[in-house]
């Protein structure tokens, strides 16, 4: 397993390479395909095309040099979270292999070209490795009870005489620290003080928070753990010694797939799910 992870560092490190190389070999003027033989006569040359591009008025807070392998990474990182947002979205539909395939090939190429660091805070390591953690099929679920209030009256929506599918004339103020009481939103086309119509709303008061339990498909798919402690002990087996805040970094999104971790039996619930192997981490390079 060692020898196939280092295969395929060593694999994705080239393809870093060849990547960059080419970023450099696209982003470095060739004088003969940028600059026509008039101007180079008249002594011109890239670095006042940069001066002149670098004095063009830009909106506030706009990139003035471009970095291409910065938003490479920034899009590559995205896509990634959105193709485990998909996973658990169609988790119990057809889509279900489509979407886990392409969650692999996704956290391949962002762990391959820009690395997968494992977090260390408050004296743990922690598993952050978006693929890694898709694999984990358990979320929260929030029981609470609230009272529904309707917008208009304030009263219980399923008492008051306000119809849910009339709307009825209000005059629009800010409360709550702005939100409009005729959309509920805080920001919205509504202006105090003129009158619109609306239907009235439910809103939620009251709540009263009973119990957070793990489920394994929760209310809400996206409901999901942001990170797992990574047993010290599996550390020290993994790497030889405690890395003791050293970089670490994580292998497990190069790796083919190592199923996935249901929900624990609460009785023999570990901190290390299974899905912690070994060889999944190595020191940084
Ligand atoms: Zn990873
Ligand atoms: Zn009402
Ligand atoms: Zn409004
Ligand atoms: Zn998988």
Redesign the pocket.
Known sequence: MEAQRDFLVRMWTQARRRLQDGIRERSRPSPLLTISLSLRRGGWDHSQYTLMANRLPLPPGALRHVDPWHDLETGARNALASAVDAYNFLEDTDLRELAHNHAHHVAALVGGLFGCDIEYSDNTYWDVCPLSLMHYRWGMSAGFTSTRCCSLCGQDIDACEHLLDTRYPVT?RRVDEGT?N??G?HS?S?IGGETVMVYPRPILSEGQLHEVSLVSRPRDPLARFAKFEIDPQMLIQGLGQHPAGRDLRCYRCLHPCGGFTTLPNRAKQSRNPPGQALDTFSWTA
């Open positions: 629009v409009c005729a959309c939103y919205c509504h």
